[in-house]
């Protein structure tokens, strides 16, 4: 294998506020893998709500609207100390990136050097809980570097082998909204029954409508106008307007990726004894629930951030099956990264905005 240069070329995170905070770097130091870890030549990334909510931010508990509000700097977090996914402050400058699929290029000490060579995808959501903290995870690209630059370095358990022809792209869309998606049908244990899924162009929403289709559900998605037929051919059943009201007393689960303002149909829209389940909240994170609702209805509320193992094996599982396809609405160059989120954020695609990192 050829000799791994000293500098490498990547977009780094200056702190939290608007795109001039993404800055094009041809310096950066080439991350070394230490024992139990692996360095990974970056083919590929993915552009997700969470790299956006991140930089301006939205995670601070001072944010009460929507994300593109904040994105706009009307509602923004960014002076805040916890403006990371985790309540943290982010530690600066930051290579972010939450989607990778690439190469394993070296391996560090306890590391079987069998894997050089190996074609990988990355966990987006790493778990560091013990028997105390079974919940406790970290984000690839918050918590450290990411996919945002040519070479990464990760865990070697959460460097995960994928045997595919799919393109690079194609594959860097799937870690971050395909295993947002599997953990929360998993955590609401959906099967063969009425599905009613939000934010349905997005990736995370697309993904749901196949991985809920492939359980023999009975899927609803609700999306902007124009989006219809694009999300019909992943396996939706029925289309239902973002603006228009939802059917109340109507669906099993709720997989919700909005809240926001219209929060209180979705949970209407249970049936008795139904359960909602919540990965985003990109229509604003502030809501208002009628408890009676909860108990007299007898539904259950899941939170999903923190995935068990065996989420992103099975997602690779299905790929390697082609149960799955991902939609990738366009790709930018690494050096492109504010226009990537720019377009991400006009909210006129379906899917994913891949990133191509390798020339």
Known sequence: MAALPKQMNGIVLTGHGGPECLVWRTDLPMPQPGPGEVLIRVAASAVNNTDINTRIGWYSKSVRGDTAAAAAGDDAGAAAQDGGWSGTPLQFPRIQGADCCGTIVAVGGGVDPGRLGERVLVRAMQSIGGDDTPFACRTFGSEYDGAFAEYARTFAADALPVRSDWSDVELASIPCAYS????????????????????????????????????????????????????????????????????????????????????????????????????????????????????????????????????????????????????????????????????????????????????
């Open 180 to 359: 947002t998606a599997e953990g929360m049908l998993q955590r609401a244990a959906v099967g063969a029954e009425r599905v009613l899924v939000t934010g349905a162009s997005g990736g995370v929403g697309s993904a749901a409508i196949q991985l809920a289709k492939r359980r023999g559900a009975h899927v609803t998605a609700v999306a902007g106008r124009g989006k219809g037929a694009a999300l019909q051919a992943l396996g939706a059943d029925e289309i239902l307007d973002r603006d228009a009201a939802i059917p109340a007393d109507s669906f099993e689960t709720v997989v919700d990726l909005v809240a926001g303002p219209a929060w209180p149909g979705l949970i209407d829209g249970l049936r008795r004894g139904g359960r909602y389940v919540a990965s985003g909240a990109i229509a604003g994170p502030i809501v208002e629930l009628d408890i009676r609702t909860l108990y007299l209805r007898d539904l259950t509320l899941l939170g999903s951030t923190w995935q068990p193992a065996n989420v992103m094996q099975d997602v690779i599982g299905y790929i390697e099956r082609d149960e799955i396809r991902p939609v990738i609405a366009e790709t930018y160059a690494l050096a492109q990264m504010a226009a990537a989120q720019a377009a991400f954020l006009a909210k006129r695609h379906v899917g994913k905005i891949g990133i191509q990192v390798a020339h």
